[in-house]
Structure formats: structure tokens, C-alpha cells
């Protein structure tokens, strides 16, 4: 049960943080790994760290899904290779600490082009591929959508918005069988976390964080739930020190 030798799994954002994290625990089961990213560099290393392990080789597609043309064109090559798509997780997301004021027409397009466009046009493009597994979709979104303060607007609600589309498409695809996760985690040792860190001018102490691989072990757990069985929410946070 614990094994996803013959099955086909989607990341976005696959070459850091959360991404790598679930691509390497999901590899790690055998999965074939389909990994998207903006850079082919990063991608190759988050492929020699499962490499190892003796499964498929994986499918390395370099893309900036802020760019709707370069979307498309990912969508088209998973979907001449591959008939069915098991698992599909969207943890690629563009972050900016900026006030409504000052924040541009461009500015808030990128950040939904990215946020929600192209999880929503991927997921819309590969829908009959996830149909015939019977698969699983998972958002990583945000713990933003429960509580955003000054200057997180804009990516505040790209994230509200792809909650939204997380629910109706859920609603919309559980009578064929797909489960759909929407996972909220709290400040996660990542990159991205260690830049809002300095934006915020704070310390930042990646081991008093969540770690990556604490929400891939979540995700994980999810994924391996008995087909009568379905989460829709998962909201992880990092454990507090005992005193």
C-alpha cells in the first residue's frame, strides 16, 4: 500500500522547498515523477537525490508558469506522454510584499497568473488524465488564507482565489472519483521563507520552522488514504517548543 511503483505524479515547483520535498518522497515509493520548474539546473538536483533509489527516470520539464504560453505548452507535452496522471500537486506560487498602493495592474496579474491561472489551466487541461486514475490533486496553499496582515494583499488573495477553485473543482470531479487536497502549512523552512524573513527584517532560524518534509509526509499520509476516504483540509503548522 505503500508504494506508487506504476503510478505518474505531476509537482510544480519541484526544484525547492515543499516541491522537492513531496517529489522526493513520492520518487522515493517509485513513483514516475513528472517535475516542473523554472530552472533545468535545480530540477537535475532534486532528480540525483532519488535517483538512487532505482525507479523511472524522471520526466524534467523547465517552465515559468507565470508565462500563460509556456503553461500550454507543458500541458501539451505530459499529455502526448502520458494517458493517465495519478497524483497532481501545485506547489509552484510567486510571493510579494508590497501595499495595495503601490502594488501594479502587472504586479497582480504575474502573481495570479502564477497562483492561480496556471494550477487552474493545468488542472483543467490534465482533468480526463487524472479522470482515468481515479487520481489525486493537491493544492499547497497558504496559512495566509486564514489570517493576512499589511503588505500581503495581492498574494492574499491569489491564495483565497485558489481555495475557492479548490473547492468548486472538488464538488465538481468527487462523483468520478478524484480527490482533491487543499494543505495550508505554516511558516515552512524554504527559500521563499528565508526572503520573507528579510523583507520582514526578523531573524530567520529554518530549524524552529516546519520543515519541507513534514508537510510531504502529510501530503503523503493523504495520498495513501483507503479510497473511502477523502481530506480536503489539511492545515499544518510547526510544534512550539515544550518550555
Known amino acids: 500500500m505503500n508504494s506508487f511503483v506504476g503510478k505518474a505524479a505531476l509537482i510544480t515547483g519541484a526544484s525547492q522547498g515543499i516541491g522537492n520535498a513531496i ?48 503553461v500550454e505548452e507543458v500541458s501539451r507535452q505530459v499529455q502526448s506522454r502520458f494517458d493517465a496522471i495519478n497524483v497532481l500537486v501545485h506547489c509552484a506560487a510567486e510571493y510579494r510584499r508590497e501595499s495595495w498602493e503601490n502594488t501594479t495592474h502587472a504586479a497582480l496579474h504575474g502573481i495570479f497568473e502564477t497562483n492561480l491561472f496556471a494550477p487552474a489551466t493545468l488542472t483543467r487541461q490534465l482533468l480526463p488524465a487524472i479522470r482515468s486514475a481515479r487520481g489525486d490533486i493537491v493544492f499547497v496553499n497558504s496559512s495566509v488564507v486564514v489570517g493576512n496582515g499589511a503588505g500581503t494583499g495581492a498574494y492574499a488573495a491569489s491564495k483565497h482565489a485558489l481555495r475557492s477553485f479548490a473547492d468548486s473543482l472538488r464538488a465538481e470531479v468527487s462523483p468520478s472519483g478524484i480527490r482533491v487536497l ?20 526578523r531573524a530567520y532560524v529554518p530549524d524552529e520552522l516546519l520543515q519541507p518534509s513534514d508537510v510531504a509526509e502529510a501530503v503523503l499520509s493523504s495520498l495513501l488514504l ?16 515544550t518550555p
Do not use: C, F, M, W
Open 23 to 70: 517529489a522526493g518522497a513520492l520518487g522515493n515509493r517509485g513513483a514516475q515523477l513528472i517535475l516542473i520548474g523554472r530552472s533545468v539546473q535545480r530540477l537535475e538536483a532534486t532528480v540525483s537525490e532519488v535517483a538512487s533509489n532505482g525507479g523511472p527516470k524522471p520526466v524534467l520539464l523547465a517552465a515559468d508558469l507565470a508565462a500563460s504560453q509556456e
Open 182 to 201: 487543499s494543505v495550508y502549512p505554516g511558516r515552512t523552512a524554504t527559500p521563499l521563507q528565508a526572503d520573507i524573513h528579510r523583507e520582514e527584517g
Open 226 to 241: 483507503p479510497d473511502t476516504a477523502e481530506l480536503t483540509d489539511l492545515h499544518i503548522r510547526q510544534r512550539k517548543p
